[in-house]
């Protein structure tokens, strides 16, 4: 089905790690979330990190992460909503997998993660015109580095995953080696 990997991405709680999980099983391929594999390197909570070592050294390693993840075997990896902020990542993304982008309008997350209290982004005075600014900046960055576009909407996650698991046999892309940009 596919010999690469296949990069989530889209804004916080959009779906990725869920959908992910759900997808690397049909696929039989192993899971991959970046967060946790930064959490893990780094050893405590990433909105600690965050606070103690500010955002610049968060991207830095999360780049690190990123391009260790979308290299070597096939795999599904979900990103962390912020990972296309870099054009590096971006790139590594686009050239190294099969990139979705799980698009989500801001009223949909905030239905989902509204009672979330592990998200700090959203721990603000206005979490939903925090998802708007969050939309309005990385949406034409997830687009950018996407294959395909996936509209959550109100789809359960095993039709989202059908949707994915069509995309990538309708294509090539999934069999092909990477074809980096030029």
Same mark, same amino acid.
């Given at each position: 089905m596919t010999s690469r990997t296949v990069a989530l991405v889209g804004l916080p709680g959009s779906g990725k790690s869920t959908i992910g999980r759900q997808l690397a099983r049909?696929?039989?391929l192993p899971f991959f979330d970046s967060d946790a594999v930064i959490e893990q390197r780094i050893g405590c909570p990433i909105k600690v990190f965050f606070e103690q070592?500010? !955002?610049g050294r968060f991207r830095d390693i999360e780049a690190e992460v990123i391009a260790e993840?979308?290299?070597g075997d096939a795999k599904v990896l979900s990103t962390g909503g912020?990972?296309?902020l870099r054009d590096e990542n971006r790139r590594v993304l686009h050239d190294h997998a099969v990139v979705v982008y799980l698009r989500s309008s801001p009223e949909e997350v905030f239905r989902?993660?509204?009672h979330d209290r592990n998200r700090p982004l959203l721990q603000v005075d206005d979490p939903m015109q925090k998802l708007r600014d969050l939309h309005a900046q990385r949406d034409p960055l997830y687009? !950018?580095?996407a294959h395909f576009t996936i509209d959550t909407g109100r789809p359960s996650v095993a039709t989202l995953v059908n949707m994915i698991v069509m995309q990538l046999d309708m294509s090539d892309i999934g069999r092909?080696?990477?074809?980096p940009r030029t």
């Open positions: 049909r696929l039989g070592q500010g !955002e993840l979308a290299a912020g990972s296309v989902r993660v509204r687009a !950018e580095t092909s080696p990477p074809n």
